[in-house]
């Protein structure tokens, strides 16, 4: 009596397979990835070239030496007056948005989408102006920052009470 091959179909390549040519997983109710082996090497291999810098960065700050000289890099960077301007003042945004003292609306202020806007400060970082914001979408946001002369008008209205947008 001839013994019978199950088949699968793969769910990458599309074409049916012995089951022995799929990895074996329990959790799954065929028991079976739903990829052929060649598909699943196929896929590891490309993840794991788009993710090389990500394993890099995370093997060289796992060693204790390492993290020591990234820290004091970061602590040299922090110290710089610039920088300490921009963190004063996102953290006292964050802190006002976490204790309810300033309400991140749910619209971006310059396109209308609606999503989580981010707090951009178009006045600069000084103390008087920490909460000199406006509310612009991720993608306007970049805008800003690239194009920041055509944007200039539009933050101009806003800084003299006008609508932004």
Not at 106 to 134: L, M, T, W
Request: proline share 5%; charged share 30%.
């Amino acid at each position: 009596m001839p013994e019978t091959v199950v088949l699968r179909r793969c769910y990458s390549c599309k074409t049916e397979k012995p089951l022995t040519d799929f990895y074996k997983n329990r959790a799954l109710p065929l028991g079976h990835e739903r990829q052929c082996i060649e598909c699943h090497k196929k896929m590891n291999r490309t993840r794991k070239l788009r993710n090389r810098s990500k394993e890099r960065s995370r093997i060289f700050s796992s060693n204790p030496e390492n993290r020591a000289y990234l820290r004091a890099k970061s602590n040299k960077y922090m110290k710089l007056p610039e920088v300490r301007f921009k963190h004063n003042a996102r953290q006292v945004v964050k802190r006002a948005i976490d204790t309810g003292k300033l309400i991140r609306p749910n619209r971006c202020s310059e396109c209308g989408k609606s999503c989580i806007p981010q707090a951009h400060h178009y006045n600069g970082y000084d103390k008087k102006h920490r909460f000199d914001v406006i509310w612009p979408c991720r993608e306007c946001h970049d805008l800003i920052h690239r194009l920041p002369d055509s944007v200039a008008e539009r933050q101009a209205g806003v800084a003299s009470g006008g609508m932004a947008g």
